[in-house]
């Protein structure tokens, strides 16, 4: 099984501010990689695929980066509706998530 | 608009079935690679099942064995018949679809809760 590592757990930014999240994967995955946004109560939704493509409808201050085992997604200017937990997710054997990161108010 | 629209969950009991359904509109469900996903209270997200277009199965090795996928094309459904519950199955149920490996749409889920 791949293991996806997220981090931070937690990340505290204020309004505004550029949010960066990691993701890694145990063996490489070469650009097999997701990001999902889930908002409580609600179903994960599709961000970026294929480590950089932002999925339809998803605002340009959204942009994933990386290749193998080492995968960025960022958020440019956070706004208030981007608060929410993030996953990456890895399609390259099987379907693996990682245990998500937490983007909270700071 | 793709719409998927998931039902059957509730509370059960340890030892228990239940069978899920997806009801897809928007989309052709035996045309499409289709997935459950599911969610733990407070947890994170874990792949379940999946069915491809062609009819091929596949589990996750927590419920090989207990789950079984299909679908009905007549009724553009997709299902999960889940026999044999414990605790560590109670989740909220996504169904999705997958068709390049990632999960482009997904209904609201349906909470199952295995309890005594």
């Known amino acids: 099984e791949i293991v996806m590592t997220q981090s931070p757990a937690t990340l505290s930014v204020s309004p505004g501010e550029r949010a960066t999240l990691s993701c890694r994967a145990s063996q490489s995955l070469s650009s097999n990689l997701a990001w999902y946004q889930q908002k409580p109560g609600q179903a994960p939704r599709l961000l970026i695929y294929g480590a950089s493509t932002r999925a339809t409808g998803i605002p340009v201050r959204f942009s994933g980066s990386g290749s193998g085992t080492e995968f960025t997604l960022t958020i440019s200017s956070l706004q208030s509706e981007d608060f929410a937990v993030y996953y990456c997710?890895?399609?390259?054997?099987?379907?693996?998530f990682g245990q998500g990161t937490k983007v909270e108010i700071k | 608009e793709v719409q998927l629209v998931e039902s059957g969950g509730g509370l059960i009991q340890p030892g228990g079935s239940l069978r899920l359904s997806c009801a897809a509109s928007g989309l052709t469900v035996s045309s499409n690679y289709m997935s459950w996903v599911r969610q733990a209270p407070g947890k994170g997200l874990e792949w379940v099942s999946i069915?491809?277009?062609?009819?091929?199965?596949y589990y996750a090795d927590s419920v090989e064995g207990r789950f079984t996928i299909s679908r009905d094309n007549s009724k553009n459904t997709l299902y999960l018949h889940m026999n044999n519950l414990g605790a560590e199955d109670t989740a909220v149920y996504y169904c999705a679809t997958n068709g390049e490996g990632y999960f482009d749409y997904w209904g609201q889920g349906t909470l199952v809760t295995v309890s005594s």
């Open positions: 069915i491809y277009s062609g009819g091929h199965t």
């Open positions: 997710q890895q399609y390259n054997y099987w379907w693996t």
